[in-house]
């Protein structure tokens, strides 16, 4: 029943920006903690950005200073801001949500790609 729907991906080109949003659906549960992976082909999934309940974020050290990870707790919607972009972030970029008791839950994910 619970459903991550991303959406605002797309193609950019190098130095430009990016919004994506992923809101949460089918559940009453509280969400705690949201974040941001990314995976390219070959490479493993790595995490990019998260962001606790409370607030408390933290960054993957290729994006720091460049991604800023976001909350609305009343839409239930988790988002990050992508500026500077590189080549290098060309991946597809999926969310997740630790939902309640129910446990972690993934996004389709979204294709970001970045032309130089």
């Known amino acids: 029943q619970v459903q991550l729907v991303e959406s605002g991906g797309g193609l950019v080109q190098a130095g430009g920006s990016l919004r994506l949003s992923c809101v949460v659906s089918?559940?009453?549960?509280?969400?705690?903690?949201m974040g941001w992976y990314r995976q390219a082909p070959g490479k493993q999934r790595e995490l990019v950005a998260s962001i606790t309940s409370s607030g408390s974020t933290k960054y993957a050290d290729s994006v720091k200073g460049r991604f800023s990870i976001s909350r609305d707790n009343g839409k239930k919607m988790v988002y990050v801001q992508m500026n500077s972009l590189k080549p290098e972030d060309t991946a597809v970029y999926y969310c997740?949500?630790?939902?309640?008791?129910?446990?972690?839950?993934w996004g389709q994910g979204t294709q970001v790609t970045v032309s130089s």
């Open positions: 997740n949500a630790f939902v309640g008791w129910r446990g972690q839950f």
């Open positions: 089918g559940s009453a549960s509280t969400i705690n903690t």
